[in-house]
């Protein structure tokens, strides 16, 4: 008996081993590959494999939350990818449909860094980044769809536009996946809607920013003889240091400068030709008022000129904590911050207009905005 008992210990070990070891791999592969997860998220709108591009990463891929509707077009949803036992960091991302005012994401501090997003090429209007992305739906569907709020539907007004987005709630998502996983929820909203077109059945193409580089302060953002004027230039706050431009685009150009010194200041510049956001911008006339001549309508930072190949959207954009600085240096005036932030956009129009062939404008003067 003793004998047999010795023989048998060496068997139970093992075979407890074996367990061990076949439960432990079985929590990896559930944690950590989507073996057995779900092909698709949010009734369809998101793929798993383009879910899995957008966030790439170790880890399983799972939804959080769903507001959807399998007759409405319109929809919500969040997705993670999270890991144990090999240290990745948690991902999620919220993707859904929007209504959007104007040309958003030039002149929103919601949409930061155009000059560092990859843009769309081929038909499709949008950008993305690491920290998220949009794609702009057909115009035939711009009426037949809405954005969710709360229980409500937001629904499509003039001077605006319907999209698809992608908000990067934890992490950063890969932008050619995130790409992918965009054009796949839009082409799946607007088959639901009726109003698809053979643009979000391509694969994506898109332009990507430059690398960052030292900005020439006597032409900025790489544009001849763009200079910043001396009071927009905070000396120890606010001063030119880095840039990064998007140039890939055929109808969208940008640039991003960040701000050496103590306020962590960054501002931007843009000019776009596409007919989405050119049209819309109109629309939205707040703070806009017509030039003379029929030049276009322009603001403080804003701009639609009338030019030779046709309407172009130019806009200026400050983040809040260079705004902050500018008001503290002007000792909280407002009609000097206005000045400044006048001269800026005029200077930018004015190195700028002649290469897409736009007249030569004077911006109207501002009423103060208090």
């Known amino acids: 008996m003793m004998t047999q008992t010795r023989k ?33 998220f949010c009734g369809g709108r998101m793929g798993s494999g383009e879910v899995r591009a957008a966030l790439d990463s170790t880890g399983r891929v799972s939804q959080v939350y769903a507001q959807v509707d399998p007759q409405r077009a319109e929809f919500e949803c969040t997705v993670e ?13 919220t993707v859904g449909t929007k209504i959007e005012k104007g040309a958003f994401p030039f002149t929103t501090h919601v949409w930061k860094n155009p000059g560092a997003r990859s843009y769309f090429r081929g038909g499709v209007t949008g950008a993305v980044a690491q920290d998220g992305g949009y794609v702009v739906l057909p115009k035939s569907c711009w009426d037949k769809g809405g954005a969710l709020q709360g229980k409500g539907v937001v629904r499509f007004e003039d001077g605006a536009v319907a999209t698809v987005e992608a908000k990067v709630e934890k992490g950063a998502a890969d932008p050619a996946g995130l790409a992918r996983l965009l054009i796949r929820s839009a082409r799946q909203v607007a088959e639901k809607a009726g109003c698809s ?6 694969a994506p193409d898109l332009a990507a920013p430059s ?12 544009v001849r003889g763009f200079t910043l004027p001396k009071a927009a230039v905070l000396v120890t706050r606010a001063e030119p240091d880095l840039e990064q431009v998007n140039e890939g685009s055929a109808d969208t150009w940008a640039c991003d400068l960040s701000l050496a010194g103590s306020a962590k200041a960054a501002m931007s510049f843009a000019a776009t030709s596409d007919k989405n956001f050119v049209e819309v911008a109109k629309k939205d006339m707040y703070g806009l008022e017509t030039l003379p001549g029929d030049k276009g309508v322009a603001g403080i930072d804003e701009a639609v000129l009338h030019c030779g190949r046709g ?60």
């Open 8 to 40: 048998k210990k060496p068997v139970i070990v093992a075979s407890v081993a074996l367990v061990v070891v076949a439960t432990l791999l079985s929590l990896y592969c559930w944690w950590n590959t989507n073996l057995f997860g779900a092909d698709s």
């Open 197 to 202: 077109t053979s643009a979000l059945s391509a």
């Open 81 to 93: 990818r999270t890991s144990r036992f090999v240290g990745s960091d948690d991902q999620q991302v």
């Open 311 to 370: 309407d172009v959207h130019f806009a200026a954009k400050r983040n809040v904590a260079y705004d902050k600085a500018l008001h503290d240096s002007t000792r909280h005036d407002g009609i000097a911050d206005m000045r400044v932030e006048r001269a800026m956009f005029q200077n930018f129009l004015d190195a700028t207009a002649a290469a897409h062939s736009c007249p030569r404008v004077t911006l109207p003067q501002q009423k103060d905005r208090s």
């Open 211 to 222: 690398a960052s580089r030292t900005t020439d302060v006597q032409n900025v953002c790489g």
